[in-house]
């Protein structure tokens, strides 16, 4: 990975922080420079929270599928051909007559990453493992890869799929597991 280390930017960040709040106390107003231009910015700071609302109405299944502990893929009844994530029409042939089926798996580890640098919505994560696994069901699958040792981690590995609570949001989701840990 490459690119500024986290706590470089967050001390940075600070730095510059502290540096708006002399400027506050210094003229009595929330007002900062523009570096380049000197123009006067208003300086606002406030917590960003974005709210997404998906329509997932058709594929519902999946997620009463993860309060029963399973990870769910559509099958076409129709052609065979299996999704994941699931579909609710099978985009090879258009039919709308599918099947759900839990993963078992296990998958060979693909390929995998070890995130150290993380987006802002992730911040609040421990480094984790993004990982591509080709699942025996014949589909590939993208998720997490706990792992207590990372060095543990070989591609061509074989990983399981587990249904876990993720915190601190949590909510239900799915991750791979070393097919051979509990
Ligand atoms: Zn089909």
Redesign the pocket.
């Known amino acids: 990975m490459s690119g500024i280390p986290r706590d470089q930017i967050e001390a940075f960040i600070k730095m510059w922080l502290e540096s708006v709040e002399q400027e506050k106390v210094r003229t009595g107003l929330p007002i900062v420079r523009d570096e380049k231009t000197g123009d006067p910015l208003y300086f606002d700071q406030r917590e960003l929270r974005l709210r997404y609302l998906i329509p997932v109405k058709r594929i519902q299944r999946f997620f009463e599928g993860l309060q029963q502990d399973q990870v769910l893929y559509t099958e076409?009844k129709?052609?065979?051909?299996r999704f994941f994530p699931p579909q609710a029409d099978?985009s090879?042939?258009?039919?709308t007559e599918m099947e759900w089926r839990p993963i078992e798996g296990p998958g060979k580890l693909l390929t995998y990453t070890v995130i150290n640098v993380k987006p802002t919505s992730f911040m609040h994560y421990d480094d984790y493992v993004v990982a591509i696994a080709r699942m025996k069901e014949g589909f590939n699958v993208l998720a997490w890869l706990k792992a207590k040792d990372p060095s543990q981690i070989k591609i061509g590995m074989d990983v399981r799929l587990v249904v876990e609570r993720r915190m601190p949001e949590n909510y239900l989701t799915y991750a791979f597991v070393p097919a051979e840990s509990g």
């Not at 129709?78 to 051909?81: I, K, L, P």
């Not at 090879?92 to 039919?95: A, P």
């Open positions: 076409c129709s052609c065979g051909f099978c090879k042939c258009g039919s």
